[in-house]
């Protein structure tokens, strides 16, 4: 398969060189939310797996490359980015359990059955409408910008996908999460959320937020993850994630 003509290209390792990742050059990029993500899900075998806007398809395949025997689907609008997952999975290897859907998330059930998944995951876009300035780039701005979903709307389908007694998992801004609590309460319960704290001493930047339909049980903030140590290092918790492809301690 030919990558898109009009965007330039890069290929980019990710857990220690196990998954190679296409994706565009500029714009925005695939980083360390996705392999957080793709981390914070303990899917079990013959479990299936949704992830809403999906991008390139590396959070799907870090996830799919950890746990096997598990089936991975990833929903995404924009064509090129769509066309990059697509190869991104035969150029890893696993096509055969990891698929990418084009689709719309304010369609629904015209794009996949509800109620069909027993995780649905995501990094929804993190700017709304009304906030901050356009990047100058098509895909980036509708990869990062809610556009004609907002972060409510977005959580709306990630319930309708999901199964009773299914997961959830969001990885989002931190100045966000009382939208993400509101929007999933209270179909959603036991509620975890994991700060994302960049350095000892500042301020968590993101969140990973895990809750589970139908669950009874409240809210817990749990201790977190420090993604960096005083000395500008990656920290042993972060690299055993980020190199080594382990999972997220929920």
Known sequence: MRTPDTLAISEDSFLGGALHVLQPRTGYRAGMDAVLLGASVSATTGQRVLDVGCGVGTASLCLARRIGDVSVTGLELQ?????????????????????????????KGGVLPARSFDHVISNPPYIAETSGRRSGSQHADLSKRESEVTLAEWIEAMLYWVKERGHITIIHRADRLHEIIEALTPRIGGLRVCPVWPKPGREANRVVVQGRREAKAGLSLLPGITVRDQDDRVTPEMERIQRYGHGLDF
């Open 79 to 107: 064509p090129a980015l769509h066309e990059l997952a697509t190869q991104n999975a035969v150029n890893n290897g696993l096509d055969q359990r990891v698929t990418f859907v084009r689709g719309d998330v304010s369609r």
